[in-house]
């Protein structure tokens, strides 16, 4: 499957095929003209493979195994020592941090949309650069001595 999709990017200039931890991901940002040719080759590259999913992103198709989801590994973070009973913060850009957002909220935690777009997240920033001026922000807030817990 990777080698498939390995032979397609490199027959255009612009894709990008990135491997990752138990998944790949096909991103077309540079050639947003090929969204329907990266689509249906990525459905046929996993068509054989019943047990890859598909998820698509922001200018990406990303390609996983099993059925995990950002929301579960949450859940899972949240069960176990030391983030037992806190409260848990998510910030994400993509529409596979979707899930995660209702989950963080239920163990009243924080989440945040970058960008525009459809959300369930509670809060919004409008982008990459706003979002780390407000943690810098935050970081020099709670590095007061008045402040700091």
């Known amino acids: 499957m990777s080698a498939r999709l390995s032979q397609f990017v490199a027959r255009h200039p612009g894709l990008l095929l ?3 931890r138990g998944s790949v991901a096909l991103h077309f940002r540079q050639r947003p003209d090929l969204a329907d040719a990266c689509a249906a080759e990525v459905a046929e590259a996993v068509e054989p493979h ?3 999913h598909v998820l698509p992103g ?3 198709f990303e390609i996983k195994g099993g059925t995990a ?3 579960d590994a949450i859940a899972a973070f949240m069960a176990e020592e030391p983030f037992r009973g806190k409260k848990p913060f998510f910030a994400g850009d993509d529409v596979t941090d979707e899930d995660a957002f209702p989950i963080v909220e239920r163990f009243n935690g924080i989440s945040v ?3 525009a777009g459809e959300t369930s997240a509670a809060y919004r920033c409008m982008g990459p650069a706003a979002f780390s001026q407000w ?3 935050l970081a020099r807030y709670f590095g007061n001595s008045k402040h700091g817990t």
């Open 58 to 60: 922001k200018m990406v």
């Open 135 to 137: 943690l810098v922000q």
């Open 18 to 20: 990135e491997p990752k």
């Open 113 to 115: 949309k970058i960008g």
């Open 50 to 52: 019943p047990q890859l």
């Open 69 to 71: 989801t950002k929301a």
